[in-house]
């Protein structure tokens, strides 16, 4: 079966000197979590990144669902609005309710009609459990309903995958959970993921693999048990060691 | 010296001739904000190209009418150019005088704030889909838009006073009615009070549409504001 998300030998620089990417592959199958996991600076951020276009690649390839991104002929857009990406800091549209927040992709993108694509919106803020936040301004909401409010706004768009970058690292610790636990159920209702995180509890509930890179490179690709229970490389070992004594 | 003229202040305060001038004025005031904001976008979008040639004419457009009195701009414009044979009516030497030099500092305007919004946003809004003009449209123009508001604000308190200047072309607006007036009727200081007190009633009217804008695109940036 090919791989819904597959990335090979891909290389990426930042100006001639310096080297974030170093052939880095990978194959997601259909309903597969990946975590990427790795010291900062490592390029995970950076690869998954790569995955949906928004950072360019030098070298190597990048398909999703057969649909080259590394092709300068494949629609961008349309091969975005079918992948959900969750950031960081949220980036929420600050200036729109949390309702239009999760409207604006399907009526714009989309062309669905407003009221279609409310109900959906409303349905989904139900599932995140912030049916009553919907009139707010991003603003008035804690960083943890942000975030869930983001993830929402993605699914509005029906992905086939979903790409979470480091999305609990911007919280305070109260509030990591409530956003893991979205995480979980979308795991567990089949959801592609590919999920940048430190959070080691998430990856061996969910994750089918965990990939390690660091340096720019992937080091080690295992399932998750493997992984936890008999890493392979040194760095890998190091790295756990590290993020793992508490 | 014959003192001031209460009654003549009076009369002339509610003066059609005058009034009329002062709607010039403003008439004026919102063509240049308008067609410079459209011309000043276009010159930002420019000046921000990947193609260089475009950055560099939108730099020296900018360089050109920012460096230059606009009083200079306009006697080029209407007394200087027929020598060359391009004549252009009263009116249309002023639009284009004003809007030129109003859409050279809006364009800087519109571009830092632009630039302010910050690059996740557009990360985010590409993400999901959003075409290039989709993303300005929805996402970063709204949001720059309230960062512009208080120098624009200063811009179109600016504008509307150096309408005045298209006077020395005898473009009919307010002060230069009131010049008109004043050497019909001699009343020197009560007519040029009577032209400042219009000056100023628009200069502060504009304050309040100022004010209500911003609350209008501040919504979701002030935690108080959304309530």
């Known amino acids: 079966m090919t791989p819904l998300i597959s990335l090979k030998g891909v290389d990426k620089w930042y100006g001639p000197g310096f080297q974030v990417l170093r052939g880095c592959s990978l194959d997601v ?6 975590v990427v996991c790795g010291p900062s600076g490592s390029g995970k951020s950076t690869l998954i990144k790569c995955v949906n276009g928004l950072e360019p690649v030098q070298g190597g390839s990048i398909a999703i669902e057969a649909a080259e991104v590394t092709d300068p002929k494949t629609d961008m857009t349309k091969l975005r609005a079918r992948v959900g990406m969750v950031f960081q800091h949220f980036e929420l549209f600050p200036h729109m309710s949390v309702l239009d927040n ?46 869930r409010v983001a993830i929402a706004r993605a699914l509005a768009m029906d992905p086939v995958a979903m790409l979470f970058d480091e999305p609990t690292s911007a919280l305070d610790p109260e509030m990591i959970n409530e956003v893991l636990d979205v995480m979980v159920e979308l795991a567990r209702e089949g959801m592609t993921m590919i999920v940048v995180t430190h959070e080691m509890g998430f990856a061996r509930r969910v994750a089918d693999r965990v990939v390690f890179m660091d340096g720019g490179e992937v080091i080690e690709d295992s399932p998750k048990d493997d992984f936890f229970g008999a890493p392979k490389s040194p760095r890998a070992v190091e790295f756990l060691s590290k993020i793992l004594q508490h | 010296m014959h003192g001031w003229n209460w009654t003549g202040f009076f009369e002339y305060l509610t003066n059609g001739y005058l009034f009329q001038g002062a709607l010039v004025t403003l008439g004026l005031t919102v063509a240049s904000i308008t067609l410079g904001l459209v011309l000043g976008f276009v010159i930002a979008l420019l000046r921000m190209s990947p193609l260089k040639p475009l950055r560099w004419f939108a730099h020296f ?34 639009l284009i005088g ?22 996740g946003q557009s990360n985010a809004a590409r993400a999901i889909g959003m075409k290039d003009w989709q993303i300005m449209r929805y996402i970063v123009a709204p949001q720059a838009t309230r960062i512009i508001i208080p120098p624009l604000g200063n811009s179109v308190n600016g504008c509307l006073k150096t309408t005045s200047i298209a006077s020395v072309i005898s473009m009919e607006e307010l002060l230069r009615r009131t010049q008109v007036l004043i050497q019909e009727k001699f009343m020197v200081l009560e007519l040029f009070v009577v032209a400042a007190l219009y000056y100023l009633i628009m200069t502060t009217a504009w304050d309040f549409v100022q004010r209500r804008i911003e609350r209008r695109f501040g919504r979701g940036f002030d935690i108080s504001a959304g309530h």
Do not use: D
């Not at chain 2, 360089?63 to 080029?76: C, E, K, N, Y």
């Open chain 1, 29 to 34: 199958a259909r309903g597969e979590v990946v």
């Open chain 1, 102 to 147: 999760l409207c604006i992709g399907p009526q714009k993108v989309m062309g669905r009609p407003r009221a279609e694509a409310e109900a959906k919106a409303m349905a989904l803020l139900e599932r995140v459990g912030l049916a009553a936040h919907a009139a707010k301004f991003p603003i008035q909401l804690s960083g943890g309903q942000q975030q």
């Open chain 2, 61 to 94: 457009y900018i360089w050109l009418f920012r460096g230059t009195p606009v009083l200079v701009q306009l006697i080029i414009i209407y007394t200087g150019l027929p020598q060359i044979g391009i004549r252009f009516t009263v009116l249309e030497s002023t």
């Open chain 2, 98 to 119: 004003l809007v030129m030099n109003e859409a050279a500092y809006l364009a800087e305007i519109i571009r830092s704030g632009i630039n302010a919004v910050p690059r």
